[in-house]
T-cell receptor, first 113, second 115 residues
Framework: DVKVTQSSRYLVKRTGEKVFLECVQD?????MFWYRQDPGLGLRLIYF???????EKGDIPEGYSVSREKKERFSLILESASTNQTSMYLC????????????FGDGTRLSIL | AQSVAQPEDQVNVAEGNPLTVKCTYS??????LFWYVQYPNRGLQFLLK??????LVKGSYGFEAEFNKSQTSFHLKKPSALVSDSALYFC?????????????FGQGTTLQVKP
Protein backbone atom coordinates (compact mmCIF):
# COMPACT_ATOMS: atom_id res chain seq x y z
CA ASP A 1 0.00 0.00 0.00
CA VAL A 2 1.11 3.52 -0.78
CA LYS A 3 1.92 5.53 2.29
CA VAL A 4 2.00 9.32 2.26
CA THR A 5 3.13 10.73 5.58
CA GLN A 6 2.70 14.32 6.67
CA SER A 7 4.98 15.24 9.52
CA SER A 8 2.40 16.94 11.74
CA ARG A 9 -1.32 16.40 12.20
CA TYR A 10 -1.79 19.67 14.07
CA LEU A 11 0.41 22.75 14.09
CA VAL A 12 0.07 26.16 15.73
CA LYS A 13 2.30 29.01 14.60
CA ARG A 14 2.42 32.78 14.95
CA THR A 15 1.93 35.46 12.34
CA GLY A 16 5.16 36.24 10.53
CA GLU A 17 6.83 32.92 11.27
CA LYS A 18 8.37 30.80 8.54
CA VAL A 19 6.50 27.50 8.52
CA PHE A 20 7.57 24.21 6.97
CA LEU A 21 5.12 21.40 6.21
CA GLU A 22 6.76 18.13 5.26
CA CYS A 23 5.44 15.25 3.19
CA VAL A 24 7.08 11.92 2.46
CA GLN A 25 5.89 9.13 0.16
CA ASP A 26 7.25 5.62 -0.01
CA UNK A 27 6.25 4.55 -3.53
CA UNK A 28 8.88 6.24 -5.67
CA UNK A 29 6.20 8.47 -7.23
CA UNK A 30 7.33 11.15 -9.64
CA UNK A 31 4.47 13.53 -8.91
CA MET A 32 3.59 15.20 -5.64
CA PHE A 33 0.98 17.83 -4.77
CA TRP A 34 0.08 20.28 -2.03
CA TYR A 35 -3.55 21.33 -1.50
CA ARG A 36 -5.35 23.40 1.03
CA GLN A 37 -8.89 22.63 2.06
CA ASP A 38 -11.29 25.19 3.46
CA PRO A 39 -15.01 24.83 4.22
CA GLY A 40 -17.10 25.69 1.18
CA LEU A 41 -14.06 26.01 -1.09
CA GLY A 42 -13.21 22.36 -1.64
CA LEU A 43 -9.62 21.42 -2.46
CA ARG A 44 -7.38 24.04 -3.98
CA LEU A 45 -4.03 23.17 -5.54
CA ILE A 46 -1.13 25.25 -4.23
CA TYR A 47 1.91 23.72 -5.96
CA PHE A 48 2.92 20.47 -7.49
CA UNK A 49 6.17 18.80 -8.49
CA UNK A 50 6.77 16.33 -11.29
CA UNK A 51 10.41 15.51 -10.54
CA UNK A 52 13.22 16.36 -8.17
CA UNK A 53 13.80 20.12 -8.13
CA UNK A 54 10.92 20.61 -10.61
CA UNK A 55 7.79 22.45 -9.55
CA GLU A 56 4.78 24.19 -10.99
CA LYS A 57 2.36 26.67 -9.53
CA GLY A 58 -1.15 25.53 -8.91
CA ASP A 59 -4.21 27.70 -8.54
CA ILE A 60 -3.26 29.56 -5.35
CA PRO A 61 0.54 29.77 -5.01
CA GLU A 62 0.69 33.24 -3.48
CA GLY A 63 2.35 33.26 -0.07
CA TYR A 64 3.76 29.76 -0.50
CA SER A 65 6.87 28.11 -1.89
CA VAL A 66 7.93 24.49 -2.19
CA SER A 67 11.05 22.38 -2.16
CA ARG A 68 11.74 18.97 -3.60
CA GLU A 69 15.36 18.01 -3.06
CA LYS A 70 14.68 14.27 -2.91
CA LYS A 71 12.14 12.26 -4.84
CA GLU A 72 10.29 11.04 -1.76
CA ARG A 73 9.99 14.38 0.03
CA PHE A 74 7.97 17.46 -0.87
CA SER A 75 7.97 20.45 1.46
CA LEU A 76 5.53 23.34 1.57
CA ILE A 77 6.89 26.60 2.96
CA LEU A 78 4.93 29.54 4.26
CA GLU A 79 7.52 32.31 4.01
CA SER A 80 5.77 34.63 6.44
CA ALA A 81 2.66 33.06 7.89
CA SER A 82 -0.54 35.04 7.99
CA THR A 83 -3.87 34.33 9.66
CA ASN A 84 -5.56 33.72 6.29
CA GLN A 85 -3.30 30.71 5.84
CA THR A 86 -5.04 28.91 8.68
CA SER A 87 -6.33 25.81 6.95
CA MET A 88 -6.12 22.07 6.43
CA TYR A 89 -3.16 21.19 4.21
CA LEU A 90 -3.13 17.94 2.25
CA CYS A 91 -0.24 16.32 0.44
CA UNK A 92 -0.71 13.74 -2.31
CA UNK A 93 1.43 11.70 -4.66
CA UNK A 94 0.96 9.65 -7.80
CA UNK A 95 2.98 7.84 -10.43
CA UNK A 96 3.15 9.07 -14.00
CA UNK A 97 0.71 6.42 -15.21
CA UNK A 98 -2.54 7.92 -16.45
CA UNK A 99 -4.89 5.54 -14.68
CA UNK A 100 -3.35 5.79 -11.23
CA UNK A 101 -5.13 7.75 -8.50
CA UNK A 102 -3.52 10.27 -6.23
CA UNK A 103 -2.77 9.00 -2.73
CA PHE A 104 -3.23 11.41 0.15
CA GLY A 105 -1.67 11.93 3.52
CA ASP A 106 -3.81 12.50 6.61
CA GLY A 107 -3.40 16.25 6.43
CA THR A 108 -1.95 18.95 8.66
CA ARG A 109 -4.37 21.27 10.39
CA LEU A 110 -2.44 24.52 10.63
CA SER A 111 -3.51 27.43 12.83
CA ILE A 112 -1.81 30.79 12.51
CA LEU A 113 -2.37 33.04 15.53
CA ALA B 1 -12.49 24.44 -19.70
CA GLN B 2 -12.25 21.21 -17.77
CA SER B 3 -14.47 20.96 -14.73
CA VAL B 4 -16.27 18.68 -12.30
CA ALA B 5 -19.60 19.50 -10.71
CA GLN B 6 -21.19 17.93 -7.67
CA PRO B 7 -24.59 19.57 -7.67
CA GLU B 8 -25.54 18.65 -4.10
CA ASP B 9 -23.75 20.07 -1.09
CA GLN B 10 -25.40 17.46 1.12
CA VAL B 11 -27.24 14.19 0.64
CA ASN B 12 -29.34 12.69 3.42
CA VAL B 13 -30.41 9.07 3.43
CA ALA B 14 -31.75 6.61 5.97
CA GLU B 15 -29.64 3.62 6.91
CA GLY B 16 -30.44 0.63 4.72
CA ASN B 17 -31.71 2.76 1.83
CA PRO B 18 -29.82 3.09 -1.46
CA LEU B 19 -27.68 6.18 -1.88
CA THR B 20 -26.55 8.20 -4.87
CA VAL B 21 -24.01 11.02 -4.90
CA LYS B 22 -24.03 12.87 -8.19
CA CYS B 23 -21.11 14.00 -10.32
CA THR B 24 -20.92 15.47 -13.80
CA TYR B 25 -17.78 16.38 -15.68
CA SER B 26 -16.60 18.40 -18.63
CA UNK B 27 -13.42 17.34 -20.40
CA UNK B 28 -12.47 16.71 -23.99
CA UNK B 29 -11.79 13.14 -25.02
CA UNK B 30 -12.17 10.07 -22.85
CA UNK B 31 -12.13 10.92 -19.16
CA UNK B 32 -10.34 9.22 -16.30
CA LEU B 33 -12.69 9.59 -13.32
CA PHE B 34 -12.18 9.02 -9.60
CA TRP B 35 -14.16 9.02 -6.37
CA TYR B 36 -12.64 9.75 -2.97
CA VAL B 37 -14.03 9.73 0.55
CA GLN B 38 -12.86 11.90 3.43
CA TYR B 39 -13.65 11.15 7.07
CA PRO B 40 -13.36 13.97 9.64
CA ASN B 41 -9.80 15.18 10.19
CA ARG B 42 -8.38 12.69 7.72
CA GLY B 43 -7.00 12.83 4.20
CA LEU B 44 -8.83 11.72 1.08
CA GLN B 45 -9.14 7.99 0.59
CA PHE B 46 -9.43 6.53 -2.90
CA LEU B 47 -12.69 4.63 -3.50
CA LEU B 48 -12.82 3.72 -7.19
CA LYS B 49 -11.95 4.81 -10.70
CA UNK B 50 -13.22 4.61 -14.25
CA UNK B 51 -10.65 4.36 -17.02
CA UNK B 52 -12.29 2.39 -19.78
CA UNK B 53 -14.49 -0.63 -20.32
CA UNK B 54 -17.51 -1.58 -18.24
CA UNK B 55 -19.63 1.44 -17.33
CA LEU B 56 -20.34 0.09 -13.84
CA VAL B 57 -17.27 0.23 -11.67
CA LYS B 58 -17.05 -1.45 -8.27
CA GLY B 59 -14.89 -0.10 -5.49
CA SER B 60 -14.17 -0.24 -1.79
CA TYR B 61 -16.74 -0.63 1.02
CA GLY B 62 -19.51 -1.77 -1.33
CA PHE B 63 -19.54 1.43 -3.38
CA GLU B 64 -19.95 1.46 -7.13
CA ALA B 65 -20.19 4.15 -9.76
CA GLU B 66 -21.90 4.35 -13.10
CA PHE B 67 -20.21 6.07 -16.00
CA ASN B 68 -22.59 7.61 -18.53
CA LYS B 69 -20.83 9.17 -21.48
CA SER B 70 -23.89 10.74 -23.07
CA GLN B 71 -24.83 12.49 -19.84
CA THR B 72 -21.17 13.12 -18.88
CA SER B 73 -21.91 11.75 -15.44
CA PHE B 74 -20.20 9.48 -12.96
CA HIS B 75 -22.60 9.00 -10.05
CA LEU B 76 -21.52 7.16 -6.92
CA LYS B 77 -23.94 4.55 -5.59
CA LYS B 78 -24.42 2.05 -2.85
CA PRO B 79 -27.38 -0.33 -2.57
CA SER B 80 -27.70 -0.11 1.22
CA ALA B 81 -26.25 2.82 3.17
CA LEU B 82 -24.55 2.48 6.55
CA VAL B 83 -24.26 5.14 9.24
CA SER B 84 -20.50 4.71 8.93
CA ASP B 85 -20.71 5.88 5.29
CA SER B 86 -21.37 9.40 6.58
CA ALA B 87 -18.46 11.44 5.24
CA LEU B 88 -17.41 13.96 2.60
CA TYR B 89 -17.20 12.61 -0.95
CA PHE B 90 -15.19 14.07 -3.81
CA CYS B 91 -15.42 13.32 -7.49
CA UNK B 92 -12.38 14.08 -9.66
CA UNK B 93 -11.32 13.91 -13.30
CA UNK B 94 -7.80 13.69 -14.57
CA UNK B 95 -6.50 16.87 -16.20
CA UNK B 96 -6.17 15.78 -19.83
CA UNK B 97 -3.55 18.45 -20.60
CA UNK B 98 -1.12 17.35 -17.91
CA UNK B 99 1.21 14.34 -17.66
CA UNK B 100 1.62 14.76 -13.93
CA UNK B 101 -1.49 12.99 -12.66
CA UNK B 102 -3.07 16.31 -11.83
CA UNK B 103 -6.75 16.01 -10.89
CA UNK B 104 -9.63 18.42 -11.10
CA PHE B 105 -11.89 18.02 -8.08
CA GLY B 106 -15.53 18.76 -7.51
CA GLN B 107 -16.52 20.81 -4.48
CA GLY B 108 -17.48 17.78 -2.46
CA THR B 109 -20.77 16.35 -1.18
CA THR B 110 -21.46 15.62 2.45
CA LEU B 111 -23.30 12.35 2.90
CA GLN B 112 -25.34 12.02 6.07
CA VAL B 113 -26.76 8.56 6.82
CA LYS B 114 -29.26 8.53 9.66
CA PRO B 115 -30.09 5.46 11.75
Amino acid sequence: DVKVTQSSRYLVKRTGEKVFLECVQDMDHENMFWYRQDPGLGLRLIYFSYDVKMKEKGDIPEGYSVSREKKERFSLILESASTNQTSMYLCASTSGQRHQPQHFGDGTRLSIL
Amino acid sequence: AQSVAQPEDQVNVAEGNPLTVKCTYSVSGNPYLFWYVQYPNRGLQFLLKYITGDNLVKGSYGFEAEFNKSQTSFHLKKPSALVSDSALYFCAVRDMYSNTGKLIFGQGTTLQVKP
